[in-house]
């Protein structure tokens, strides 16, 4: 990659997160649900039940979106496609407008607006969720989705520029749709969810990383964080979510975990740190928690994009 290339990247990266720090997610016509709807499109025709038609699926639909982000980038625009891109890919801002509104409902006592949210945030079953289980479960997505939806997509774009985010996007959609162990998808959406896994590892990781760091920015412990990570993620279902979830509940000194009921089944999660259960006070540290580590991502995501591709200069 060429320097100017590497240049265009960065400064396309801080552009789109800065868009997605104001804006936040088009309200309509939003390119995330239009893809949706394509790969809903295409399953109708390409669904069986086996692994193979899942594989095929998915691939199907990702070359296509690497294709457009290797075109994207290699026009005299790439900066603004770069921009346009990690924009569309980013979903912090509305991630913690969602979290601030669930907190206002409980606050207010508001039961059934709050149910109303929560599939906005998470695909559990609201209904047989009461104050307690929806604080829970909205802050463990605004912790998990902290690193799928703001970590994970700044990531890619530095190290794999408009391809990579649309690539990542792409497949984390794809694990949304179909990569749950309901009885259509146990099969079907095995290569959707192993591939999600995949690209969100290190993204994972980063985000502890970075939980740690800005822990004390809203009156967290950095210790905490890491002790938790290192303690209680591997118990975790999921070897990412578990990561993030766990960083955010050893930062806030409360504890994640237990009865999880989504649509098609129960799971009994392990519990993640030593602190109570969370309340509403804590969903909203949650979210300053997840600005601050979108922030960081993003200064991350910039500074390592504008290093690739330098020339080293040879000692004299």
């Known amino acids: ?149 703001t970590v994970a997509p700044l990531v890619w774009a530095a190290a794999a520029g408009t391809a990579g985010a649309l690539v990542y996007r792409g497949a984390n959609t794809l694990d949304a749709m179909i990569g749950h162990r309901s009885p259509r998808y146990q099969r079907f959406g095995w290569a959707a969810a192993r591939f999600d896994d995949m690209l969100n590892y290190v993204p994972a990781r980063l985000t502890g990383l970075l939980v740690a760091v800005c822990a004390p920015l809203v009156g967290g412990s950095a210790v905490g964080a890491l002790r938790a990570w290192r303690r209680d993620a591997r118990r975790h279902p999921s070897p990412n979510a578990g990561v993030a979830e766990a960083a955010f509940a050893g930062a806030l000194g409360i504890r994640l975990g237990g009865p999880t009921q989504y649509a098609y089944q129960l799971e009994i999660r392990p519990t993640l740190g030593d602190g109570p259960p969370p309340g509403t006070r804590d969903l909203r540290r949650a979210v300053r928690l997840s600005r601050a580590v979108q922030v960081a991502a993003a200064a991350v995501a910039v500074s390592v994009a504008g290093r690739t591709g330098r020339r080293v200069s040879p000692r004299r």
Not at 49 to 58: A, Q, T
């Open 1 to 149: 990659m060429l320097p100017a290339t590497s240049q265009a990247r960065a400064a396309g990266i801080a552009a789109g997160a800065l868009a997605d720090a104001l804006l936040g997610d088009p309200r309509r016509g939003h390119p995330v649900a239009l893809f949706g709807s394509a790969a809903a499109a295409l399953e109708r025709a390409t669904y069986a039940d086996s692994r193979r038609s899942g594989i095929m699926h998915v691939g199907t639909l990702l070359t296509g979106l690497a294709a457009l982000g290797v075109a994207g980038e290699r026009g005299p625009l790439r900066a603004l496609v770069t921009a346009s891109t990690v924009f569309v890919a980013l979903g912090g801002t509305s991630l913690a407008r969602t979290g601030t509104r669930m907190a206002d409902h409980l606050e207010a006592g508001d039961i059934d607006a709050a149910r109303a949210l929560l599939p906005s945030l998470c695909g559990r079953d609201p209904s047989v969720l009461d104050e307690a289980g929806l604080t829970r479960a909205a802050l463990e997505s605004v912790a998990e989705n902290t690193s799928d939806a």
